[in-house]
C-alpha cells in the first residue's frame, strides 16, 4: 500500500516521458509512415512478403475516398469543408461489380455519428400491441436471421440534377447511394412476438442518436414482407455510420425511413408526422402542393465510366454503369451514345437482384467524335426512367427529393467528359 | 392521410397471415398469442415505456403539461437558437423558420414553419428531442411551448398573447395543413 503513491507516480513519469519521446519522434514516425506507404519492391518474387494481420486494410495504392457534402450548392470535399459535412458520398466511378465496401458506404446522418454500446442498446416494440417487448442486441441475434443485397440510396441522390447542370462527378452527382448485403431479423418475426393489434397500420421509427431521428412507417405488403432489423453488412456488424448496432432496413425505400441506431418502434393506427416527413422529404410540385410519403425509389440508373471529370482517348472503352428500381428487378437497360436518339440493349451483369444495384456494361469505340452517353433503366413493372424534360414538365425544379431522370454524358473531341442536361 | 389508414388496414392483415404461413410459424409448437415461441425479449414496464416514449402525434397525444408564452419564447430563441436560425428565424446560416407565405409556387420556395408545415404538434416532437443542435433533449417543457409559441407568432399563426400547452398546441391550424397530397408516382410517363 505504502509504495503504491510512488509506483504511480513512477508510472506517470514513465508514460511521460514515452509521449515525450512519441511527440519528439512524431515528425520522423511520419516520415517512417509516409516512406512506408506504397512500397513497391523491385521484384516481389525475391522478397519475403507482409505476414497476415488482424484486420486486413487495402493496398496502400488505393486511394479511393467518400467525398463529403454539405447539402444542394453547397462546396464538396473534406479539408476546411469537413466542419459543415453531414454526408458523404460513395466513388462509384471507382468501384467494380455491386458491392459497396463498407467502408465506402456512403454516409447521411442529421447530428452526427453516435457512439453506441451494444451490451446498452435496447430495442423497445410498442403502442398497438399485445405485450410491449424490450430486446437486448445479442436476443436479436439469436433470433432466425435473414439476408439479403439491395441497394440503400438517399431520396437526396442527385439532387443537383434539379438544378442548372455543373460540370462535376458522377461520385458529386450520384454519391449518395450504395448496395451491402444486409444481415438481421425480420420485422415480421418481431411484430409477431409482439401481436400487432387489428388497428395498427403505421410504425414509428427511432433512432438513439442525437437528432432521435423518427419516421412513420406504413404497414404495406411490402414492408410487412420486406423490412428488416440489421445487425450485419457485407458479413460483419453494421459501421457505426449505417447505424450500429441495429438499423431499421427497408428495402427499395428512401435512406432517410430506413432508420439507423434503431431504439424504438411504436405501432400506431395514423402516420406520427414527424418533421423528417412534413417539412422535410416531401417533393414540392410548381402548383404548391407537396407529395408526402414518397418513399418508394423509382428505377433509375447511371454510367459510372466514362463520367464526369474523366477523361478518355479514342479506341475501345467499355461502357459501365449502376441500374436500380425500388420497385423490384432491371429487366433492361438502355445505353445511347448519341444523346437518345438511338438505344442499344446493355449487358446485364448476373445475378439481377430485386431492389439491387445491377451492373450493365457495353463495349464501346470512341472515335474522336463528340458523343452524349445515356443510359435508360427499365423495371419489372414495365416503368421506364424518364428523360429530365418529362421528369421537369411533372415535378417542376423545387423537388428537391427523388430526382431520377436519364444522366447525360457529353465527351467532348479532346475527350473530356462532362455533365451534360441534354 | 386518413386514406393511408384504411388502405392498409386489410393488405396489412392479410400480409400477416401469408408471412406466418411463408415463416412456417404456425407449426411451431408454442402458441404464436403468447409471442414466447424462441423466449426472448421482456415485457418492457409502464416505468420505462413512459421514458422512451418521446414522440408527440397531431392530436396532441405525448405532449406534457407545462406551457409557455410568447415573450418567454422571445428570450429562450435568443439565448438558444438564434445562433443557427437568426435573431428573427429567418437570417440563418441553418433553416430559415419564419415567413415564405406565398412562396411555395415560385422559384425559390421558403419551407418554413409558417409556410410548410402542416401540424403544429411536430414543433413539439422535434424541438424537444433534437434542438438545440448542440444540446438536444436539454430544454424544458416550458422553454419548447415558449419557443413554439414564440416561432407561431413570428410566422403570424397565432396572437402574441396565446398560451401554448398540450391543449392548445394540437389546435392551431398551422396555414399549410392542406398542401400535401399522398405519393401519386409513378407520375411521369
Known amino acids: 500500500m505504502q509504495d503504491a503513491p510512488k509506483e504511480i507516480g513512477r508510472r506517470r513519469f514513465l508514460r511521460r516521458s514515452a509521449s515525450a519521446i512519441a511527440f519528439g519522434t512524431a515528425a520522423l514516425v511520419l516520415q517512417a509512415a509516409k516512406a512506408e506507404e506504397p512500397k513497391p519492391v523491385d521484384d516481389p518474387m525475391r522478397v519475403p512478403g507482409a505476414l497476415p494481420r488482424p484486420y486486413g486494410e487495402r493496398s496502400p495504392f488505393e486511394k479511393q475516398q467518400r467525398l463529403g457534402g454539405a447539402g444542394p450548392g453547397a462546396p464538396h470535399g473534406w479539408g476546411t469543408n469537413a466542419p459543415n459535412n453531414f454526408n458523404s458520398g460513395t466513388p462509384i466511378q471507382d468501384l467494380h461489380g455491386i458491392i459497396t465496401p463498407s467502408a465506402l458506404h456512403f454516409e447521411r446522418h442529421h447530428n452526427g455519428v453516435p457512439a453506441i454500446d451494444p451490451d446498452r442498446h435496447r430495442l423497445l416494440i410498442h403502442g398497438l400491441v399485445e405485450r410491449s417487448l424490450i430486446f437486448t442486441v445479442k436476443e436479436l441475434q439469436r433470433l432466425p436471421a435473414a439476408s439479403r443485397i439491395a441497394f440503400l440510396e438517399c431520396s437526396g441522390n442527385t439532387w443537383d440534377g434539379w438544378r442548372d447542370a455543373q460540370d462535376v462527378t458522377v461520385q458529386d452527382l450520384y454519391g449518395l447511394m450504395s448496395t451491402s448485403e444486409w444481415t438481421g431479423v425480420k420485422l415480421a418475426t418481431l411484430l409477431e412476438a409482439v401481436g400487432v393489434r387489428r388497428e395498427a397500420t403505421w410504425m414509428l421509427a427511432e433512432g438513439g442518436d442525437a437528432a432521435g431521428l423518427d419516421r412513420s412507417v406504413p404497414l404495406t405488403d411490402d414492408i410487412l414482407n420486406e423490412a428488416m432489423i440489421c445487425y450485419g453488412q457485407n458479413g460483419e456488424a453494421l459501421r457505426p455510420e449505417q447505424g450500429y448496432p441495429l438499423r431499421l432496413f427497408l428495402p427499395g425505400f428512401e435512406g432517410n425511413i430506413n432508420v439507423k441506431w434503431l431504439r424504438r418502434l411504436k405501432l400506431g393506427s395514423a402516420p406520427f408526422m414527424t418533421r423528417w416527413e412534413t417539412a422535410k422529404y416531401t417533393d414540392l410540385m410548381p402548383d404548391g402542393k407537396a407529395y408526402q410519403f414518397s418513399l418508394v425509389m423509382e428505377a433509375k440508373s447511371v454510367i459510372t465510366y466514362p463520367s464526369g471529370q474523366q477523361q478518355i482517348q479514342p479506341g475501345f472503352h467499355e461502357i459501365s454503369g449502376l441500374a436500380w428500381s425500388g420497385r423490384g428487378r432491371v429487366t433492361r437497360v438502355d445505353v445511347s451514345m448519341d444523346g437518345g436518339r438511338m438505344w442499344k440493349a446493355a449487358q446485364l451483369q448476373e445475378p439481377i437482384i430485386p431492389k439491387c444495384h445491377t451492373r450493365f456494361r457495353l463495349p464501346w469505340r470512341w472515335n474522336g467524335q463528340e458523343a452524349v452517353l445515356q443510359s435508360r433503366c427499365i423495371d419489372e413493372t414495365g416503368y421506364v426512367q424518364p428523360t429530365r424534360q418529362d421528369l421537369v414538365k411533372v415535378r417542376g425544379t423545387n423537388s428537391i427529393y427523388h430526382y431520377n431522370a436519364i444522366q447525360s454524358w457529353k465527351v467532348e473531341r479532346d475527350g473530356r467528359v462532362r455533365n451534360l442536361y441534354a | ?189
Not at chain 2, 409502464?46 to 414522440?55: H, Q, T
Not at chain 2, 428573427?88 to 407565405?101: A, F, H, I
Not at chain 2, 420556395?109 to 404538434?121: E, Q, V
Not at chain 2, 419548447?144 to 416561432?151: D, G, K, N, Q, R
Open chain 2, 1 to 189: 392521410m386518413d386514406g393511408y389508414a384504411t388502405y392498409m388496414h386489410k393488405p396489412m392483415v392479410a400480409g400477416i397471415v401469408v408471412l406466418l404461413m411463408a415463416l412456417g410459424v404456425v407449426s411451431f409448437g408454442r402458441s404464436a398469442e403468447d409471442g414466447t415461441e424462441y423466449g426472448l425479449g421482456r415485457p418492457a414496464t409502464d416505468e420505462e415505456i413512459r421514458a422512451w416514449n418521446i414522440d408527440v402525434v397531431p392530436n396532441g397525444e405525448g405532449l406534457p403539461p407545462g406551457k409557455g408564452t410568447v415573450k418567454q419564447g422571445a428570450q429562450v430563441f435568443a439565448t438558444k437558437c438564434a445562433a443557427c436560425h437568426g435573431a428573427t428565424g429567418t437570417e440563418g446560416p441553418k433553416d430559415r423558420l419564419v415567413g415564405g407565405q406565398n412562396t411555395l409556387t415560385t422559384a425559390k420556395p421558403a419551407r418554413t414553419i409558417g409556410s410548410y408545415w402542416p401540424y403544429a404538434t411536430t414543433l413539439y416532437d422535434y424541438i424537444h428531442r433534437a434542438m438545440p443542435f448542440n444540446a438536444p433533449q436539454s430544454l424544458t417543457s416550458d422553454e419548447t411551448y415558449s419557443v413554439i409559441a414564440w416561432l407561431l407568432f413570428q410566422n403570424q399563426v397565432i396572437a402574441e398573447d396565446a398560451v401554448i400547452d398540450a391543449q392548445t398546441l394540437p389546435k392551431v391550424q398551422m396555414p399549410n395543413r392542406n398542401g400535401f397530397i399522398p405519393d401519386p408516382r409513378p407520375d411521369v410517363r
